[in-house]
């Protein structure tokens, strides 16, 4: 596999952390808007395809779940074209993608048309705006990057708190097949979010110290190393692996209390109307968790150990849901959406920080479009089964216990793996050489003093040309000490020091 990454960035280009990074990470919030809110807005039309296409709940469903397969599932290919193509490319492609889709849904003729237009078209179009974003706020943003990603996924509440009303007035006013041809048109708006991601340029070189520096000529005439389109060598880092089957694990249970918790209400006999303001109080408290969570992360205490942090987000999450399940009146139900509002946010800001900190930005685009692809299956699993266990139970207690025992498994397989099992990477013979080195050179420079001491005056020169070989070699030493941290860029940066 070989390709050049057309956007990716140059080396020796820091990131910004402003300047043009803001507007990277206005059009990362809309796209992550549109790819979380869509799905879910969408169901605001479901009982008008009913009536339309005489078909049931569970086969209107499937559009809401082809949708999210396609954001997730097609990761890998996401990643592929990226490294290939380049980041505004895809998106530009994305967004048509994603439009088309809902135009030609507007003309459907049966439900088989709508699962692929809007759930295939769109869904992949939805897919090829989302990760590029990411990855474009990752090179954008390094000190401030916990806050940027916590401002980006603050989309998604807002957009869902815009999305739904709009469809319902939109339903109202044009029906169903008209407010899909006015969403498929709002849709372009993400060629406009891709027109923004404009590629890092490496800084320029003087004319005087390029005329100067000959080698840097040979250099640039020598042939690039071809960048893989997909790196699977992200697997042989341990705090990769422990990530992504966290992640599996916590996708499993993490999106089933917003999808029955209406429902919850209205099996203890709440109005559609009353039940439904639970999710309006969710997403409020989601709209603000997630920017304050960046900004949490971001600090130089927490940074470093942000992986802790998703873990105590997560298992916060996961007790959320196992006390919520015994809510028996209105009053339980809106505390509880309040406190799975704080987690959840928590975990939509930090996730994907993590993974940036964990595979560097050199290897995200391939990492994550790798996790996604893990996280479809689980997605895919999740709800449904959900569902079969209320099917057999018929009591919602039992539906919230198992997703929040899914979630704290999965907050303790992340922080026990990265305790254990990353800790270990220090007795490592690469960083047992490491110390070797250390100790070697305070030794050296320990009887580099005393020979001072004791020969000053008396064998000049020969010290002289000593210490030269000295330094030649401790330079030589401190070279090897900077290969080997260089070649584990994944250990934290508190076990590195």
């Not at 699962?115 to 401030?144: D, H, W």
């Not at 849901?321 to 809510?327: F, L, N, R, T």
């Amino acid at each position: 596999m070989g390709g050049a990454v057309v956007d990716d960035a140059p080396p020796g280009v820091k990131a910004p952390d402003g300047g043009w990074g803001w507007a990277v990470l206005a059009g990362g919030f809309v796209i992550t808007g549109f790819s979380y809110a869509f799905p879910k807005a969408v169901s605001v039309f479901f009982k008008e395809l009913i009536r339309e296409f005489d078909v049931g709940y569970s086969d209107t469903a499937w559009i809401s779940s082809i949708l999210l397969a396609m954001l997730y599932g097609t990761g890998p290919l996401c990643s592929v074209l990226v490294n290939r193509f380049g980041c505004r490319p895809v998106m530009m492609v994305g967004g048509i993608f994603a439009s088309l889709g809902m135009i030609l849904a507007s003309f459907a003729t049966s439900i088989i048309h709508i699962y692929l237009c809007t759930g295939v078209i769109t869904g992949l179009g939805l897919a090829l705006n989302f990760q590029p974003s990411l990855i474009m706020l990752n090179r954008y943003f390094s000190e401030k990057r916990p806050l940027a990603n916590g401002l980006a996924a603050a989309g998604s509440p807002v957009a869902l708190c815009c999305l739904s009303p709009l469809g319902q007035i939109l339903q109202y006013q044009y029906g169903w097949r008209g407010g899909f041809l006015i969403l498929g048109g709002m849709l372009l708006n993400c060629c406009v979010c891709a027109a923004l991601m404009r590629p890092l340029l490496p800084p320029k070189k003087p004319a005087q110290l390029e005329e100067s520096t000959p080698t840097a000529a040979e250099e640039e005439k020598k042939p690039t190393p071809k960048k893989k389109l997909l790196d699977f060598q992200v697997f042989k880092d341990r705090g990769f692996v422990i990530y992504t089957v966290a992640a599996s694990i916590m996708v499993l249970g993490l999106f089933v209390p917003p999808v029955f918790v209406v429902n919850y209400a209205k099996g203890l006999g709440y109005e559609d109307t009353k039940s439904a303001l639970l999710l309006t109080v969710l997403g409020f408290v989601d709209m603000f968790a997630r920017p304050v969570s960046g900004l949490i992360a971001g600090m130089k205490w927490v940074r470093p150990r942000s992986v802790y942090l998703l873990s105590f987000a997560i298992i916060f999450n996961g007790c959320t849901d196992i006390v919520g399940s015994q809510a028996s009146d209105y009053t339980g139900l809106v505390i509880f959406c309040i406190f799975f509002g704080v987690s959840y946010g928590m975990v939509g800001a930090l996730q994907f920080e993590v993974l940036m900190a964990i595979v560097g930005t050199e290897k995200f685009s391939s990492a994550i479009g790798l996790v996604l692809l893990m996280e479809a299956i689980a997605v895919l699993v999740g709800p449904p089964g959900a569902g079969r266990l209320l099917d057999y139970t018929h009591r919602y207690m039992y539906v919230f216990l198992l997703a929040g025992c899914e979630v704290t498994l999965a907050a303790f397989v992340l922080a026990l793996g990265n305790f254990f099992c990353i800790s270990k990477k220090q007795e490592d013979p690469e960083v047992k050489m490491e110390m070797a080195l250390t100790a070697a050179e305070k030794e050296g420079l320990n009887r580099g003093a005393e020979g001072e001491d004791d020969d000053k005056g008396k064998e000049e020169p020969t010290t002289k040309e000593n210490g030269k070989v000295g330094a030649v070699k401790e330079g030589e030493e401190m070279m090897m000490v900077k290969e080997m941290g260089e070649e584990n860029p994944s250990l934290p940066h508190e076990q590195q020091d």
